[in-house]
C-alpha cells in the first residue's frame, strides 16, 4: 500500500504501533492465565500435604515420653537385610519390574547390583530403603518387618545416597548434619575425612560455614557426591545403601571412600554402573529387565564368558 502510494509510512508505522499496544496486554492476560492455572496446582498439593493425616509411624513415640526408642534393646539394628520373594513395579496395570526377588545381605557384608540401564537396579535400592514399598513379598531387617521397628531406629541404622545429590541453600555443617545442631564437630569431622572431603571443605575462606548454593552449584559433580556420602555416615549406619553415589569420583578417591566404608564395617547394597567398584564385594547380583540373570563373585561371573556379567566388563 505504500509503494502504491495508498498509505502513507507514518500510517504503516503508526497502524505497528496500535497493534503493538493492544496485542501486549492480551499476551500479558494469556500468560497470567496459564500462571493462575499453575499456581492453583501448588496451591491443591500445598492443601494435600497440610491435610494430610500423620503418617502412624511418627505417632509412635508419645510427645511426653522422654525415652530413646530402641529395638530388642539396641538403638540401631545389626545391619542384616533380606529381601524375600520381593515383587514391584510403578504401574499395576502393567507386569511387575521386579518379580520374586530374594537377597540377604549379612551385617558387614558388601553386596552389588549390576546390570544394563533400565534393568531395575535404582528400584531395588528404593525398596531396600524404604522409599517404595513392594506389591508382595517381604523386607526384614534384622529378621523383622519394618512396620515392626520403630521408626527412631530405622533412623538411625539406614541411609541411603542417591545417585542425585539433594543440597540446600544452607552451610556445608548444616547440609551434612541436616541442621541437628547436637552432631559432634568430631564426628562431622570423621564423616568428611572417609567421604575425602574435608580438606575441600577446609580450603575454602569460610570452612564449615561455606555457604552453599541451592542445588550445589557452587560445589563440583564430586565434590555434591561427597558432601552426600558424609550426610549419610554423620549418622554412622549400620546399612548404607549406595545408588551410583560415586559415579562422578575419579578412580583414586573412588577408592579412598571405598576403603574408608570398609574400614566402618557397614553393611553395604551398592548400586553400580562402573564395575571397578564392585570387583570385591562379597556377592554381585546381575540384572536384566527385573530379573536376576547372575550371581557370584567378580571371579565367578567373570569367568563365565557367555554371561551379562562378562559382556558389562568387556563393554566398560
Known sequence: LVMAGE????T???????????????????????????LETDLQRLQDISRAAEDPVFSRRSPESRSIPTFNGRLQLAGRLELRDVTFGYNK????????????????????????SGSGKSTLARLASGICQPWSGDILLDGHPRDEI????????????????????????????????????????AATRDACIHEEI?????????RVEEGGT???GGQRQRLEIARALVGNPTVLILDEATSALDAATEEY???????????????????????????IIVLEAGVEVQRGTHD???????????KLVRSG
Open 7 to 10: 498509505m502513507t509510512l507514518g
Open 12 to 38: 504503516l508505522v503508526g497502524f505497528y504501533i496500535l497493534a503493538e499496544m493492544f496485542l501486549a496486554p492480551v499476551g500479558r492476560f494469556l500468560d497470567f492465565a496459564d500462571k493462575r492455572q499453575a
Open 93 to 116: 496395570s502393567r507386569p511387575p519390574l521386579i518379580n520374586d526377588f530374594n537377597l540377604v545381605i549379612k551385617p558387614g557384608q558388601r553386596v552389588a547390583v549390576v546390570g544394563p
Open 150 to 189: 520403630p521408626e527412631e531406629v530405622l533412623r538411625r541404622s539406614i541411609s541411603m545416597v542417591d545417585q542425585d545429590a539433594v543440597l540446600f541453600s544452607a552451610s556445608v555443617r548444616d547440609n551434612i548434619t541436616l541442621w541437628n545442631p547436637a552432631v559432634p564437630d568430631d564426628v562431622i569431622i
Open 202 to 210: 577446609l580450603l575454602r575462606p569460610q570452612g564449615y560455614a561455606t
Open 218 to 220: 557452587n560445589f563440583s
Open 257 to 283: 571412600v571405598d576403603d574408608a566404608l570398609r574400614r566402618r564395617g557397614v553393611t553395604c547394597l551398592i548400586v553400580a554402573h562402573r564395575l571397578s567398584t564392585v570387583r570385591d564385594c562379597d556377592e
Open 300 to 310: 565367578e561371573l567373570v569367568a563365565n564368558r557367555e554371561g551379562t556379567y562378562y
